[in-house]
């Protein structure tokens, strides 16, 4: 399989204290990659690192084919980004926040054009094009948050947290997202807090104390641990941890 994601002993300090250790790993392209930590276990300074935002410290990694030191510009245009807060502006309309987030990616006029059609259609939000985000159901606003953020075709989209505050039935409704958008060839690095979510990726990655404790498959992981649930799993490890956030 091919791989979009590689780090060789990927690391990041703060002075004397060590965030991220060594961080050794591969992402196929269009695999869901689960990466969980508990809070201080170092997962968002590896994100940060992973999408050109922070600079690390020593080791080596390729992001979609570029560069981590030399080549951040060139990595933000080919990810996408959603956050937790959904990354949307309660200000603009539906049409608005896609046409925005379209051009920050450099699609051109006649594509913005065409995606924004193309979106509102898909997301059956033909009538609501120009209603205010903020009136938007939650479930709606995470839906049409996650469709921006993968608006220009990335090869890979990050997610931080995404399904955080919303309920189990709309949770695995973005969850069908997810899976279409992994099928279509998207890479899918998630962040999540829900143990059953975990579940749903094909390999997961476990950080405690700024080092990768455990990665493979969930059925891998429960497996080698001996447990019932990737809950188990989990913390079975993450109690292991020294430090806080």
């Not at 193309?118 to 985000?133: D, G, P, R, S, Y």
Request: glycine share 8%; with cysteine; net charge negative.
């Amino acid at each position: 399989m091919e791989t979009v994601i590689t780090t060789d002993k990927l690391t990041k300090r703060f002075g004397s204290f060590v965030a991220a250790s060594e961080l050794s790993f591969e992402v196929h392209r269009g695999e869901i990659f689960g990466f969980l930590g508990a809070n201080g276990a170092g997962k968002t300074t590896a994100m940060r690192m992973l999408c050109g935002l922070l600079t690390p410290s020593s080791g080596k990694a390729r992001i979609a084919g570029f560069d981590i030191y030399h080549e951040t510009e060139k990595i933000k245009r080919n990810i996408g980004y959603m956050s937790q807060k959904f990354s949307l502006y309660d200000d603009l309309t539906v049409s608005e926040n896609i046409r925005f987030y379209a051009g920050i990616y450099g699609m051109s006029i006649p594509a913005i054009k065409q995606k924004t059609k193309e979106l509102l259609e898909e997301l059956q939000l033909v009538n609501e094009a120009k209603t205010l985000v903020r009136e938007l159901p939650l479930g709606w606003k995470q839906k049409l948050a996650f469709s921006v953020s993968i608006v220009h075709d990335p090869e890979i989209v990050f997610l931080d947290e995404p399904t955080g505050g919303v309920d189990p039935v709309t949770r695995r409704q973005f969850w069908d997202l997810i899976y279409a958008a992994a099928d279509k060839g998207v890479t899918i690095f998630v962040t999540t807090h829900y143990m059953d979510e975990a579940e749903y990726c094909n390999r997961v990655s476990i950080m405690v104390d700024g080092v990768i404790a455990a990665l493979d498959s969930p059925a891998g992981l429960k497996h080698q641990y001996g447990n019932q649930s990737m809950e188990d799993v989990f913390y079975e490890l993450a109690r292991k941890a020294k430090r806080g956030e």
